[in-house]
Structures are given as C-alpha cells and as structure tokens.
C-alpha cells in the first residue's frame, strides 16, 4: 500500500507543516449550501453513468419484455415470448448452459494459476520481476489477437499438436478448436490466458499486504508453508479474492471477443455464449429477443456474482 | 519491504528447481504463442498456411507489413483509435476522480445512491442494444464521438470505485486548511485532491489504457464503416476478409502492428506498471 506523505501535497505543504493537523475539527452540522460544490463535481461522471448504464440498463430489463424487431417501428408488450421462443428454438437453454461452463474454467483457470504464481513470484527481486513481466505480456494484448494466436498454436496441423506428435505414434491431429467439449474448454482457457497476468499481481499485491509479524508468528510456532497458507494467507487474501473472483466471473459471462477470433460460436453452436446469441439476434434485426438474451446474462451476474461478493465480504477480515 | 534479518535464507538448490518449473511453464504459455506470432508474420501465405514454430524460409515480412497498411486499413485504425483512447483515458480520470471526491465527502442521500449506481456498472453487463438505439435518438450512432461518450459512461465506475475508496481513508485537514488559505473549490480538487489520488490513479489509467485500447465489443455495435474503425475491428474485419479462410501471415502481421504502440508504452514504463499494479490502489 502506498503510503501517504505530506510532501506529496503541494498545496497543502505550504500552509500545512508536515507534523500532523494543525487544524482544530469542524462541528459536523454544516449549511448544506455549501456543500453544493460536491453535486457540481460530480455531476458529469452521474450524467454519463446514468445515460449510457443506468437508463439502458433498466430499458433493457423492460425491452426484454417486448415485440420489438427491425422490421417495424412500434414496440409492444409482449410477456414472456421472447423467452418462450428462444428456450423453444433451443438458443437460451444452450447458450446460458456455454456461458456457465465458460465462465468457470475461465475463472477457475484464472485464480488457480494466478494465485500459485502469485506465490512464486511474491518477492520483488529481479528474476521475479522478470517472470511478472513475462506473463503480463497476453494483458496487453487485445481478447482477439490472444484468439488468432491461439487458433494458429491449436490448429490441427500446428505447434501443439506437432508436439504431442513427437510422443504417440502416426500423426496427431486433433482439431482443439472443432469438436464439442474441447472447443468450448480452449475458448474458455485462451480467455483466462489473456488475464492471468494481471490476476497473477492482485493476488501478489494482496500477499504483500499481509503484516509480516503474522507469517513469523506461525514460523515460531512450527507452521509449515501448506499451513501457513491455508491458514493465514488464505483468508488474509480475502480482499483480493473478491476483486479477482468477481471481476473474472462477470468478466467472463460477457466474454464475446475471444469466441468471435477462433470459433465464432462453433462448431455448430458449441462455443455460442450469450453474448454471441445476443449478436446473432441483433444482427437479424430481432431487438426484443436480443434484449431477452442481453437481459439473461445481467440475471446470470445478479444471481451468482451478487452472493459471492456478500460471500466473500463477509469473509474479509476486519483491521 | 521485508526484514531480511529475521527471514530464513531458502535453500539454493530449492530456488533453481522453483526457476526451471517457472521457466517450463513460461515456455508455452508464453514464449510459444509470442514465437509462432512473430515467426509466422514473416512468412509467405503459402508458407504459413500451417503456421509452424519453424523460421521463415521465404522471408517477406516487411511485404506483410505493407500490405497490413495498405490493404488492412491500419493507419485509419490506428487514427480512430488514439482518437478513442486518450480522450476517454482523461475524460474518465478527471470526471472519476472529481466525482469521488464528492462521492467521499457526501452525506446526501442523492450522491450515496448515484456512488452506488456507479459501482455497480463496473459488475452489471452493459445493456447494448438500448445503448445503440440511444446513441441512434442523439444522431450520434456510428460516429467515433458516440463510441467514445459510451466508454467514457461505462468505464467511469471503477475509477470510482477505486477512488472513492482511497479518498475516504484520506484525512480531510489538507482540504480544509487549502481553503482557509482562500483556495476555491477547483483549486483544492487541482492541488489537492489530485495529487494525493496520483498513485490510483495511475494504476486505473492503466487498466483503462489496456481496456479501452482492445475494446471490441461496443466497437462492433456502435461504429460504422471503416473510416470509423478502431484497430480491433479493422484487425477483426482483415482477417474475416481472405477468401480461403485465415491468411495467417497477414492476421499476425496486423496483430503485431495493433499492439505495438501498447507493447513500446510497456517497455519504457515497465517498472511504473508493475509497482503501480502490485502496490497501488487495486484493493477491493
């Protein structure tokens, strides 16, 4: 954690010493005139979040509801029937059942690899620093060039597969990316691959924070490393593994670019999460049901990452 | 950071073993893809119809490069999208750290309510389709100005969130001496509030550098037409375009020249990134 120094202030260095307040505390009843200036200041970050979250985001929820198509301009309610028909086509079962699947070997994959290389890598020295940037790399990159570097490394004829080649006999040529339950694991994987990195140092800024005097403790106490970190770092890690676990799972209920690089929703519809049902609906011209599925993955996110952040709130420790 | 006197040295042998399982699982995690990207960019479309880890025998990659230029409209690409990037990057970071400053010093029901609005778009999906039928009513679909207002509205929240946070746990005594002295409102938040929110803020304009210079998703809906294309979707578009499938030489090619200007930005503030995302405000 950053530590604050009055130095830093240059305003305040001026007027204030450094020692420590000089001022005495105001009485907490202030004219609420004054402090007008706080709706000023925020206003234009509330009308821009309001505008483009907010409002679509509630619209969205009631135009679900609705007949609404391309093809005319007047917009009815319409019950459930748009989600009666796309659960009967087959598109909002399947669809939400990929998503799911996705979303947790994305985000399993993700914390599980970026938690033990985050304690590997815990120290800051220069070989460790090295690897930190090493596997930051795929952060940089864009979710669609992570997606064709990923097509051309599985391709049936490619690197990995010659690979595996050199060790079972005859040539192995497994299309990764073109069969059912394969495809829709590597989509999911290539996703994680693009984060790990940064997961990989919230997890090792969330070990660091952890008061050293607790770890030495345990040392004297006859702790092992197993024990240690099952029982101090674990559940000290409380913060960073709400910030990880909740932004990799919603993260990836909405992923869309990965799948549009290798297997644009296939093969058949194998790989189809909801945001590519979503994009399919909306390019046919059919807004009410492009709504519905657009709706289905806010419902996914309320009823799954709203009670893992309570969860885990409750889980982190008070200092 | 840690004291060095009381932590018991590791075993050397334990350390070489640590490094060479890290150096076998960097090597095709990482090293492989990265390979077969630079490698095969500078083959032939022949050559890399299979895109191999073998070097290049014909080597035609500065041909590759031109052709991305010319044919894959990357300039037009890389135009729009500096155009997106850095007004979104500052917009977001004066508007977010402004509004938390209120967000932190509020009591009023309205601002606590529009706080947690705002934190709560950082984990709700985006609603595209009204987004798009909103920015069609305000004439601003298709354009650049609508993709940017629809970034600006939708990555404002973290940078909220993150500085809220870290505002609250600030001592209000620097604000309220400043404006004794006679400082108005701005001057606080602009000597003040800014430079103490610095290192969060730093590391919020990473992730959003990061973010917003990849977005693809809104850039697929809300653009229009090449001439509003951002590098993602002029590279998505390129490598939909070969007739017999992906011409891999070219897709890579085009996928080195669209993430260059983050790789160089990388290389030079390397240290920064890392520290300021190991030790800056990134806590939930």
Redesign the interface.
Known sequence: ??V?D?S?????AA??PSTG???TP?PPTREPRR?L??????L???L??????????I??AG?AFTQWTGFSSSITFNGLQNFRSLWSLGILGHATYVTIIFAVVTMLAQNLVGLALAK??Q??NR?N?F???????????????AG??????L?P???VN?FISWFVPGDFTFAWLGQSPSALIAVGLIDA?KWVG?VT??Y??GL??ID?ALI?AA?IDGAGAWRRFRSIEVPMLA??F??NL??TL?GS??A??VI??TTKGGPGDATSVL?VA??AQ?GQGL?GT??AL?FM??IL??VT??PL?WYLRRK?VVS | MSSAHVKTRAPRVGEVAKYTVLSIIALPMVVLPLWVLVVNAFKSETEAATPTVGLPTDFVGLENFATVVNDGNYLVGLKNSLIVTIPTVFAVLLLGSMAAWAFARASSRFLRVAYYVAALSIILPPAIVPMVVLLTKTGLTGSVAGYVFALIGTRLGVIIFLTTGYIRTLPNDYEEAVQIDGANRWQTYWHVILPLVRPVLFTAAIMTVINVWNEFLFALYMTKGTANATLPLTLFHFANAGLYGIRWNLVFAHVILTGLPLLIAYIFLQRQVMSGLTEGGVKG
Not at chain 1, 8 to 12: P, R, T
Not at chain 1, 37 to 42: A, E, G, R, T
Not at chain 1, 148 to 153: G, K, L, M, Q, S
């Open positions: 954690m950053t604050l009055a830093d202030v240059e305003g305040a007027s204030a307040p000089i001022m105001h402090r200036y706080l709706l000023w200041f925020s234009p970050a509330i821009l979040v309001a505008f483009f979250f907010a409002i679509p985001f619209s969205n135009l590997a890598l120290q800051t070989i620093t690897f930190r940037s090493l596997f930051f790399i795929p952060v940089l990159m864009s979710p669609l060039a064709y570097i990923w097509a051309a490394v391709a004829e490619g690197p010659g691959w940064l140092l919230v090792i800024a660091n924070a050293r030495e040392v913060p960073a709400t910030f909740t932004l919603v209920f909405s869309l670019d549009f690089a945001n979503v994009y909306y807004f492009s709504s657009s993955i806010a996110v309320i990452a709203v952040i982190e």
